[in-house]
């Protein structure tokens, strides 16, 4: 009787979080796409630093993903949701750094920069501050 209401407990926190996951795969996806397949950028797209915007974009976007269904809970206050939104932006920037390790390594034709590294992390910080204004209860 417990296993099974745990096992539907966990099917709804999973089923939560099935966006976030997914996208989180897309992003895998993407770091681990070898050079040589990259769209070249151009002139315009190298001046406004497109490729960082994609990086803040593409991360905060994961990171906000995550940070939904743990809003949703309805027993977490708000000094909770805070704790657990930063470890989610905390977590964004580590997994942004695991992914230019794995391109400098494991990916033909990509390299680790640094700069890609510091926008997913700005992507994680900028999930954060969005996720305490617009997700937590005022």
Same mark, same amino acid.
């Not at 994961?62 to 000094?79: E, G, H």
């Not at 920069?113 to 209860?137: E, I, S």
């Given at each position: 009787?417990?296993? #099974?209401?745990?096992?539907?407990?966990?099917?709804?926190?999973? +089923?939560?979080?099935?966006?976030?996951?997914?996208?989180?795969? $897309? $992003?895998?996806?993407?770091?681990?796409?070898?050079?040589?397949?990259?769209?070249?950028? &151009?002139?315009?797209?190298?001046?406004?630093?497109?490729?960082?915007?994609? +990086?803040?974009?593409?991360?905060?976007?994961?990171?906000?993903?995550?940070?939904?269904?743990? #809003?949703?809970?309805?027993? #977490?206050?708000?000094?909770?949701?805070?704790?657990?939104?930063?470890?989610?932006?905390?977590?964004?920037? $580590?997994? &942004?750094?695991?992914?230019?390790?794995?391109?400098?390594?494991?990916?033909? &034709?990509?390299?680790?920069?640094?700069?890609?590294? #510091?926008?997913?992390? $700005?992507? &994680?910080?900028?999930?954060?501050?969005?996720?305490?204004?617009?997700?937590?209860?005022?």
């Amino acid at each position: 009787m417990f296993l #099974a209401a745990y096992m539907r407990s966990f099917k709804l926190v999973f +089923h939560s979080f099935l966006p976030a996951i997914i996208w989180w795969l $897309v $992003v895998l996806v993407l770091m681990c796409t070898p050079g040589k397949d990259l769209p070249e950028l &151009g002139f315009w797209a190298e001046l406004i630093n497109l490729d960082k915007i994609l +990086h803040v974009t593409v991360f905060g976007l994961m990171a906000f993903l995550f940070m939904l269904p743990i #809003a949703a809970r309805q027993n #977490a206050n708000s000094k909770q949701l805070k704790q657990a939104f930063i470890k989610i932006a905390i977590c964004t920037a $580590v997994w &942004g750094l695991t992914t230019e390790f794995i391109q400098e390594f494991f990916v033909p &034709g990509r390299t680790f920069d640094l700069l890609d590294f #510091a926008a997913d992390a $700005v992507g &994680g910080l900028l999930a954060y501050f969005l996720g305490k204004k617009y997700l937590l209860n005022k």
